[in-house]
């Protein structure tokens, strides 16, 4: 394969932005990570974004999107109604065709506009599960109470699992949650959906990430240390949760193994678990230990919708340019209950 | 800085969507409204509840041919307790557990209600049963919860339904309806220019180092993806540049009475054109190039509607030459 | 480095109606992916991944429906992606999955793509209102009827340019059993009379809302030699896009098509596509589109698309066939519309088009797929032979 790395990485999270529409949240970042990259706008090779029209309640929200991009003269483009990450995977594949050298990938969304929880519903089975209205926070919690009952912890394990989500998104500028909670306090917290209490459920998030891709020459020749993506993989599992094996992550598993994460060391891992039963879940389907997966807090403590996945990515990759990381692996997902899960690893050189 | 400009807004089809559901999906729908939980058993042996089309694993096509009756005692396989039922979306209106629940004879699981009245009446392992409602008309809300059961427990009867002409039918579609709910914030550009509307101006934005001004701008300038954030008075006259005479009625809440005029309409010092509605004259008379003026709204508010449409100025129409690069 | 070559090694395709209501939504997808694994020589566990594409969820309802369709598409254990750009993405789909062949990532891809409006109505699926934003008073004829009249304008073209072409794609349909609309009796005064809902654009000079699906399995070079049935080879693809609105903007002749035009055809060496391909299938939803795409994509000189049109040559039978199927006039599943002109080409060059299928002579022809407020490309041109 040829050799693609992140290059700039910017991203930004509100929990809620009443000031700004979407175009005016994502063009300063564009235009960061595009400065950042030493790319000029114009060299950019190919274009790719992830949005979701039930975020804003209406059809083409990438349409708009656009607006922040600069589009002109026309450039090559696409767009993905999914995570940015899985836009970061179609220009990632852009580049290995060898026609474009640099790419720039965007996510967007405001969910604070809508309920998102509700909104998820939609993505259910639409002839037997969606008519019964069950939330994502809803699908969560069984997935949780299953794995809990097969692996023997406990919410005691859970709560552990966000108070070190909460202390490590102390140094997290983009973080909505972090703090010092007590594993008590947060133990004596009412749930949610039980076995899920507040701070097991990912925080609203409105929020933009952005990163720019580039090849081989062109990413040594703009930055002292590329983020070099070394495998990219994604798999998809069945979609009824009742014909699963909720206590695991197969689909996170595949991906990990098309993806070479267990063939290195692994400093880093930033995985998009919107719950606190996903960490532990995705560290089995990874194989890493639960200490060194989200440095930054992870999606527990900020969870731009359509940007979170991608700004697993980034999160890795901007510890690998700056040096404090060597080898490392990011996890994006989508669907209900960790259906679908996408896997990148990342290395400096 | 100006209080941002917020609305509410409802996504919703009307009447709801009309799902037609194909052979499988309909054979375990009537099997419902029949009072009959039914499962499909695949290749490999496996019982597969409910029976989606197609086998999860291989993808083969699921037939109605390897229908077997399920249930209807089930096991509870795990759970998560609803302290909030949201009325409109739940079929119960008091708290309850969703739950996979899997029927016995079935190897896997089904997404459902358990009607009990607290979360301590809960536990992975528990034996229920479904309560069928009376009223089944061919969907999953035919059964109205599961409730607990005792193993030996005589097995509650199915309420029949009131004799109706299609009762023997097969059922072939659903209707899904379920309204979202938003809160929509206009954002700093457009705000801008509906406050400008709210006092009968038309407020453009160009970028820095850019001499085109935006009526109305969604925040940068599209070309650049630079901020539009030099604000500039634009007049409220214009050009027709090109139009549609529209004679179909009803196309939208907003809509005169046919036949009226739909145009592109270029401001004086502005750019780009936007869509207006030409009144004050015959729709025979407009034509491309004509002069026209915005009629405002006698009562001005921070809204689209503050211009209720575009009437003829009278003044000379303008040449082609001046107005073809907008087309 | 070189690209892999890619070709497409199996089609298939529903009948398309206005309402499917003999089928789900996963068994209307089902229908076209079977018959293109079939014709592919495949069964489900050959595909490595599948790439699934189609406009707003808001018309089924069903967001991220490819969650849902990942059983029925075989999708367990593999990747899976889902497009969406507007009315282009049925052309935007088949390339990204082209491209994961031609980058070597996979041998053999599956990509679908469809639209079930009868689930909803799409005229409200386009346009929902939304607060702040400028209402769409008049529907999508609203919008686009103005720059209709503005290429009228411009190009000086008479009033039947239309309703020439309204003809003409229904009477190809008639050729074509899985099309929508089967209007033999169909002739140009019956159009001139229809209603004219927005002047200029009469009721028969706009496309149907039907349900449908189109399906392509695209393989590699490998995959290509070991096909039980003809291949058509990928020989170029491009997407281009420029913004929705933006100071001088032309809507008539945009410049996204025209890049992508001249993109797809230096790819895959057309120097004159009138000459150089037998055949197009082009997204034409309002017939007007006919004209004004002949000039955008390099047909003819800007002004005489028209012309080309009354002349014939874009007839079944004419020198440069456009949309044989009967195009997007005669079936418009809107997520799909864009595949289904991709899957046509391929079609013909495979000599597989049956009662539509045209005169082989140069084996290549153009795909073509638009949406948006014409401001989203996509294109691919298809060829009998490998390209060298």
């Known amino acids: 394969m040829r050799d693609v790395a992140v290059v700039s990485f910017s991203y930004s999270t509100v929990a809620k932005e009443q000031m700004r529409n979407e175009v005016e949240m994502l063009a300063p970042v564009i235009t960061e990570a595009i400065d950042a990259s030493g790319i000029a706008r114009s060299d950019i090779g190919f274009t790719c974004s992830g949005s979701f029209d039930y975020l804003q309640g209406g059809p083409f929200s990438f349409v708009m999107g656009l607006d922040a991009v600069g589009a002109w003269p026309p450039i090559r483009e696409s767009h993905v109604e999914m995570d940015g990450a899985w836009a970061l995977y179609e220009a990632w594949i852009a580049l290995q065709t060898g026609e474009v050298d640099s790419a720039l990938v965007y996510g967007f969304g405001k969910a604070s506009q809508g309920n998102v929880h509700e909104i998820m519903s939609l993505q259910l089975d639409p002839y037997y599960v969606a008519p019964l209205w069950p939330s994502m926070v809803d699908l ?124 290195g060391p692994i400093d880093v891992a930033e995985v998009h678990a919107q719950f606190s039963h996903e960490v532990l879940i995705l560290s089995e389907a990874l194989g890493v230990d639960p200490s060194i997966v989200n440095p930054s807090g992870g999606p527990l403590a900020a969870n731009g919708i359509m940007s979170a996945g991608l700004v697993r990515i980034g999160e890795v990759a901007r510890r690998i340019m700056d040096g404090t990381a060597n080898r490392g692996v990011a996890h994006a997902t989508s669907g209900p209950a960790l259906q679908q899960n996408l896997v990148c690893v990342l290395e400096g050189e | 800085m100006t209080e941002p400009l917020v609305a509410r807004h409802s996504l919703e089809y009307p009447g709801g969507y009309t799902r037609s559901v194909g052979e499988v999906v309909g054979r375990y729908l009537t099997g419902l409204r029949d009072g009959r939980i039914e499962g499909a058993r695949l290749a490999d042996g496996r019982v597969l509840v409910p029976p989606t089309e197609y086998d999860p694993l291989t993808s083969a096509a699921v ?44 190897d896997t699981s089904m997404l459902h209600m358990v009607d009990v009245s607290t979360p301590e009446e809960m536990s992975t392992g528990m034996r229920v049963i479904p309560h069928w409602r009376s009223d089944r008309i061919g969907g999953v809300s035919d059964i109205e919860a599961w409730r607990p059961y005792k193993d030996g427990d005589p097995i509650p009867e199915v309420p029949p339904l009131p004799f109706s002409e299609n009762m023997g039918d097969s059922v072939t579609g659903i209707v899904t309806s379920g309204r979202l709910d938003y809160e929509i914030a206009a954002g700093e550009s457009t705000t801008r ?131 073809k690069d907008y087309l | 480095m070189s690209k892999n070559a890619v070709a497409v090694v199996g089609v298939g395709q529903t009948h398309h109606r206005s309402s499917r209501k003999d089928v789900s939504m996963a068994g209307l997808v089902r229908e076209a992916a079977v018959e293109a694994l079939e014709d592919a020589g495949m069964t489900w566990s050959d595909i490595d991944a599948v790439v699934v594409g189609k406009a707003p969820d808001m018309f089924e309802g069903v967001a991220m429906p490819e969650l849902y369709l990942a059983d029925a598409l075989g999708a367990a254990g593999k990747p899976m992606l889902r497009v969406h750009t507007a009315g ?109 809902l927005w002047d200029p654009l009469r009721y028969l000079d706009t496309c149907p809302s039907s349900d449908g699906a189109m399906a392509m399995v695209l393989g590699s070079e490998k995959v290509a030699a070991a096909a039980p049935n003809p291949v058509a080879w990928v020989h170029g693809m491009a997407m281009r896009s420029e913004p929705t609105m933006f100071a001088r903007r032309d809507q008539i002749n945009p410049q996204a098509g025209k890049d992508c035009a001249a993109d797809v055809y230096r790819q895959a060496g057309i120097s004159d596509p009138r000459r150089d391909l037998d055949c197009a299938e082009v997204y034409v939803p309002f017939s007007w589109y006919e004209p004004m795409w002949l000039e955008n994509l ?43 002109r991709f899957g046509e080409v391929a079609q013909q060059v495979r000599g597989a088009a049956g009662g539509h299928q045209v005169e082989l002579k140069t084996g290549k022809a153009l795909g073509h797929a638009y949406g948006g407020g014409s401001q989203f490309f996509a294109m691919w041109v298809v060829g009998a032979k490998k390209p060298e």
């Open chain 1, 140 to 263: 969560a919690a069984l997935q949780a109470r299953a794995y809990l009952d097969a692996s023997g912890r406990s919410e005691r394990d859970l709560a552990g699992v966000v108070a070190q989500a909460m202390r490590s998104a102390r140094d997290t500028p983009q973080a909505i949650r972090s703090g010092e909670p007590s594993i008590e306090d947060l133990l004596a917290s009412p749930y949610v959906a039980s076995p899920l209490r507040d701070a097991d459920i990912f925080p609203t998030t409105d929020g933009v990430a952005v990163i720019v891709l580039a090849a081989g020459d062109l990413a040594r020749s703009v930055n002292k240390r590329p983020a070099w993506i070394r495998g990219l993989d994604h798999r998809i599992e069945p979609h009824s949760l009742g014909a699963r094996d909720l206590t695991r992550s197969d689909s996170t598993a595949l991906a990990a193994k098309h993806a070479g994460v267990a063939s």
């Open chain 3, 298 to 340: 390099g047909f003819c000189a800007e002004g005489d698309g028209w012309k080309l049109t009354a002349e014939g040559a874009t007839a079944f039978d004419g020198d440069i066939p456009w949309n044989p199927s009967g195009g997007v006039l005669s079936s418009n599943p809107i997520g799909a519309s864009g595949m289904i």
């Open chain 2, 63 to 106: 037939s109605v041919d390897d229908f077997v009756e399920v249930g209807p005692a089930g096991t509870v396989v795990t759970w998560s307790w609803v302290a909030n039922p949201r009325a409109e979306k739940h079929a119960l209106d008091r708290p309850f557990a969703f739950a996979l629940i899997r029927p016995d004879g079935a």
């Open chain 3, 88 to 196: 282009s993405v049925g052309g935007s789909t088949a390339i990204v999955a082209a491209k994961l062949v031609q980058a070597g990532v996979h041998e053999r891809v599956l990509t679908v793509a469809y639209e079930k409006q009868s689930e909803s109505n799409a005229t409200w699926g386009l346009s929902v209102p939304m607060p702040f934003s400028p209402p769409l008073v008049a529907g999508a004829g609203g919008y686009f009827a103005p720059m209709i009249r503005a290429y009228m304008t411009r190009s000086g073209a008479p009033r039947e340019s239309g309703h020439l072409v309204a003809v003409k794609d229904r009477l190809n349909a008639v050729r074509n059993p899985r099309a929508h609309l089967h209007m033999p009796e169909i002739t140009l005064k019956m159009v001139e009379e229809s209603w004219l």
């Open chain 2, 193 to 323: 220019f509906l406050l400008g509307l709210a006092e009968g101006k038309i407020i453009g934005g160009k970028a820095v180092g850019s001499d085109d001004v935006y009526a109305a701008s969604r925040g940068t300038d599209p070309t650049t993806g630079a901020p539009t954030s030099i604000s500039v008075d634009v007049s409220d006259t214009g050009v027709i540049t090109t139009f549609c005479i529209v004679n179909i009625p009803g196309l939208s809440d907003l809509a005169p009475e046919i036949p009226y005029v739909s145009a592109q309409v270029l401001l004086d010092g502005a750019n780009n054109t936007f869509f207006g509605l030409i009144r004050g004259c015959s729709v025979d008379e407009v034509r491309m190039g004509m002069r026209v003026k915005a009629k405002w709204l006698e009562k001005l508010t921070a809204d689209h509607g503050s211009i209720e449409w575009w009437e003829p100025t009278g003044e000379p129409d303008a040449e082609y030459a001046d107005y």
